[in-house]
């Protein structure tokens, strides 16, 4: 019996390991840069594009209130669950091309306003916060 409880306990530490090196703490870097290079302004309205490919990259930008925002999220042989995007605020579940573009109309946001996608399993995320 005691040998059963230790080997679960090892099991557990490392499917826990593993889940903390791939979500663990927010990278440094591009992927969380507050100065949000991932955002253009065409015609009037805000594009934020974001990566879907394990995990969502960047998983945080800043941008700007007040304007018409689009999301354009981008994969390429994504095959893992962030293709099963939910961004509950504004509606949008939906399973995106495994190599593709697809365009989500945010609408537009007020200062202080947090819109965050979600992958269907929860393992996944990312944030735009309009400033």
Do not use: W
Not at 78 to 107: K, N
């Amino acid at each position: 019996m005691p040998k059963i409880l230790i080997t679960l306990i090892v099991i557990f530490v490392v499917i826990g390991g593993i889940f903390l090196l791939q979500n663990g703490p927010a990278q440094s870097g591009a992927q969380n840069d507050s100065r949000s290079t991932n955002i253009s302004v065409k015609d009037k309205i805000q594009y934020i594009s974001i990566e879907a490919k394990g995990g969502y990259s960047p998983r945080v930008t800043n941008a700007k209130s007040g304007i018409p925002t689009k999301l354009i999220v981008k994969t390429d042989n994504t095959f893992d669950c962030s293709s099963a995007l939910v961004i509950r605020s504004v509606g949008f579940q939906s399973m995106l091309p495994q190599t593709g573009e697809t365009e989500i109309d945010l609408g537009t946001h007020g200062a202080g306003e947090t819109v965050q996608g979600i992958c269907s399993m929860g393992m996944y995320s990312f944030q735009i916060h309009f400033i």
